[in-house]
């Protein structure tokens, strides 16, 4: 089955730690994204990437980073610079000019 | 930059119509429409290209004014299951592949 799959679903993370939130898509999309939600925000573009080897910061990039070593995979990493990191990150992927296919989530909360 | 969703929330009898309006300051390439369900992933409905065009999907179907930069999605004789938050995503005019999402409308269908 082609999807998008999102790992873990639910992360618990310390003050100062870096966490890295994992997505894999087999849908043979260029595009992947990754987007913040909190409540009544709707959702807030962290990074996007068009092709392999490159990415853009969307905006809200501040305190996260990404990489794109594979077209199937784009891990973003929330780093201890993340002042208020606890939210609902959702991952997306599209081939260009069509509409996006949204994974399942990660929900992170910081202790 | 990013585009105004109106109203905020709606809250509608089973078969009655609803419209969610979205509008953007900047020259648009194209508008997203996804519906998401409480604690679930966003999922997409259409996508409507500069050229002014209408699409539908069942009774669920949107227009975009490239001249005012503004989408209107129509919920026509609404379900139960049309409950939730739709989400317009807008792509500027340079196609740049960054979606930008307006912050939602809640729906939600009385029996």
């Known amino acids: 089955d082609g999807g998008i799959t999102q790992s873990p679903k639910y992360l618990f993370r310390k003050e100062g730690q870096n966490v890295t939130l994992s997505c894999e898509q087999n849908?043979?999309?260029?595009?992947m994204y990754w987007y913040r939600q909190d409540p009544g925000q709707g959702l807030r573009l962290i990074y996007y990437?068009?092709?392999?080897?490159?990415?853009q910061k969307g905006d809200i990039a501040e305190g996260y980073s990404v990489s794109r070593e594979k077209k199937e995979s784009f891990p973003l990493t929330v780093t201890s610079a993340q002042k208020n990191p606890t939210a609902f990150y959702l991952c997306?992927?599209?081939?260009?000019?069509?509409?996006?296919?949204f994974g399942p989530g990660t929900r992170l909360t910081v202790l | 930059q990013q585009p105004v969703q109106s109203p905020q929330a709606v809250i509608l009898r089973e078969g009655e119509d609803a419209v969610i309006n979205c509008s953007s300051s900047?020259?648009?390439?194209?508008v997203h429409w996804y519906r998401q369900k409480h604690g679930e992933a966003p999922v997409f409905l259409m996508i409507?290209?500069?050229?002014?065009e209408q699409k539908g999907h069942d009774k669920i179907s949107a227009s975009f004014n490239e001249k005012k930069q503004q989408s209107s999605l129509y919920l026509t004789a609404s379900q139960l299951s049309y409950s939730g938050t739709y989400f317009c995503?807008?792509?500027?005019?340079?196609?740049?592949?960054?979606?930008?999402f307006g912050k939602g409308t809640r729906l939600h269908i009385l029996p």
């Open positions: 997306a992927s599209s081939m260009r000019g069509a509409g996006q296919f």
């Open positions: 849908l043979n999309h260029d595009a």
């Open positions: 990437s068009q092709i392999v080897n490159d990415f």
């Open positions: 900047k020259a648009l390439y194209s």
């Open positions: 409507l290209l500069k050229g002014g």
């Open positions: 995503g807008t792509e500027r005019i340079n196609r740049d592949d960054k979606i930008i």
